[in-house]
């Protein structure tokens, strides 16, 4: 008994790192951005352009996030080579950016307004003039989408007809590829799914057993066990995203949110739970048929002895 206990834990065991393996198996993919610059830009001039792009921005239902000066205050922190920090530093500060996550587009604003600012960086020739560089993501693979692409094309149309000629297109929008979308898409759904699988096992793993104990012990039909198990362990091991840090995230489950009266939290991470919660009550209703089963009669375990 003993033995078969053994080899069955070295299996699950296997299980999961093939699992984990199949899981970290997702394409990754570049993200080239349509980049704009508004040239012969002087001290007096900057404060009215950012105005208006604020402006043109939040009209398009973009959030205006500013400056991360969390990454900022971590890279003060960091125990990195001072050329290396300043260097990192210097673009920490002169970007400033705009987010319509509904979308997936992102705008970032440059400031190379000072021309002491370093351009090395630039994978382009940059004005002579100073300038500030408008960077448009659309974070997807694949190219800019059909919705990307007229969005790209008002932004650029209102700053041309506020400031004409000094705008200038330094890369336009990379050609979109539905092929590539579509391969990379499908892809990364698959083996996010398994991502999640994996997100809701291990804690229910733990879980699991232990209600199957409590709950064994309870006088109430095995309908209403298995009923309650489903409702439990789907709010304990629901996975959601939780910060890890500044830079990352990572899938725990919703037993780490104790004692779960944030509600702010539950806003914030309602897209990603809307999916997460029916996958862990799937997952408990399918194991749940296999536990709480009724125990043998006296009468039946001597009617099933063979004769």
């Known amino acids: 008994m003993r033995l078969r206990r053994i080899t069955a834990a070295g299996r699950c065991a296997a299980l999961v790192l093939v699992m984990c393996a199949l899981a970290g198996c997702g394409e990754g993919y570049v993200i080239v951005p349509a980049i704009l610059n508004v040239t012969g830009i002087t001290d007096q001039s900057k404060g009215p352009l950012l105005s208006d792009v604020t402006g043109l921005l939040r009209h398009e239902s973009f959030e205006d996030l500013g400056r991360y000066d ?108 539905e092929a590539e979308y579509r391969r990379i898409t499908r892809k990364n759904a698959i083996f996010g799914a398994i991502d999640l699988f994996i997100a809701v096992l291990l804690p229910l793993a733990v879980t699991g057993p232990l209600s199957n104990l409590i709950l064994r012990k309870r006088v109430v039909s095995r309908w209403v066990k298995r009923l309650i198990f489903v409702v439990a362990n789907t709010w304990l091991v629901a996975p959601l995203p939780f910060q890890g840090g ?62």
């Open 70 to 177: 969390e990454m900022i205050s971590l890279q003060k922190q960091m125990d990195t080579p001072e050329d290396v920090k300043a260097r990192e530093l210097a673009r920490l500060y002169r970007e400033r950016t705009y987010l319509k996550d509904s979308s997936h587009l992102r705008v970032i604003w440059s400031d190379y307004s000072n021309e002491a600012e370093d351009k090395s960086d630039l994978r382009y020739t940059p004005p002579d003039s100073r300038f500030i560089e408008l960077s448009i993501y659309e974070e997807r693979p694949g190219g800019f989408s059909a919705a990307g692409q007229q969005f790209y094309d008002r932004f650029f149309t209102a700053l041309q007809q506020r400031y004409g000629t000094a705008v200038v297109v330094a890369k336009t929008p990379p050609v979109a590829n």
């Open 246 to 307: 500044f830079i990352f995230e990572f899938p725990g489950p919703n037993l780490l949110a104790f004692p779960w009266t944030y509600l702010g939290f539950y806003k914030t991470v309602a897209p990603f739970a809307a999916i997460s919660f029916p996958c862990a009550a799937l997952v408990c209703v399918v194991i749940s048929p296999f536990l709480f089963k009724p125990l043998a009669t006296p009468t039946q375990l001597i009617t099933d002895q063979p004769a």
